[in-house]
């Protein structure tokens, strides 16, 4: 594949992941103040580590954190562009510790009875892939910003 095609793929593939966090965000409210019949129990939308008051602005943030990456990679440059090798070797490490705890927590609630995954944390679980995976695709920037000005790769 051309490397502008599998790029402008990677840079999509950042805003549908945050698209789709945001998503989660936006169901999670509206099942809290609506609860609609369609969606699930609001708390199949929590794992309850953290307290809904608490989580929710902490969402926001993460919502915010990822647009302005996306926003810096669809640029091509900006200060959320990952330029140095070594940290886009520590996120992918991490992004990828990240899911694998994730399918690890999948495996135990589904192993605890009752074994309904879908009522005991499957969209947090979910949820947590979805970021992993933007932390991935981050880890994937590019050696060279489109940027000519900026600086090519610093080991």
Request: with cysteine; proline share 8%; hydrophobic share 55%.
């Amino acid at each position: 594949m051309i490397p502008a095609i599998k790029e402008r793929h990677r840079r999509v593939a950042l805003w549908l992941c945050l698209g789709i966090f945001l998503a989660r965000v936006i169901g999670q409210i509206e099942v809290l103040l609506l609860a609609p019949s369609w969606l699930p129990p609001f708390s199949a939308w929590e794992s309850g580590l953290v307290p809904y008051p608490v989580l929710l602005p902490l969402q926001c943030l993460v919502v915010a954190w990822m647009a302005a990456i996306a926003s810096d990679h669809s640029r091509g440059s900006g200060p959320m562009w990952v330029e140095r090798l070594r940290v886009r070797k520590r996120l992918n490490a991490f992004a990828l510790l990240y899911a694998s705890v994730m399918l690890v927590r999948l495996i135990v609630t589904a192993a605890i009875p009752p074994h309904s995954v879908i009522d005991r944390g499957l969209i947090p679980i979910l949820a947590h892939w979805d970021l992993a995976g933007f932390i991935a695709l981050v880890a994937r920037t590019p050696t060279e910003s489109t940027d000519s000005t900026r600086a090519v790769d610093h080991p």
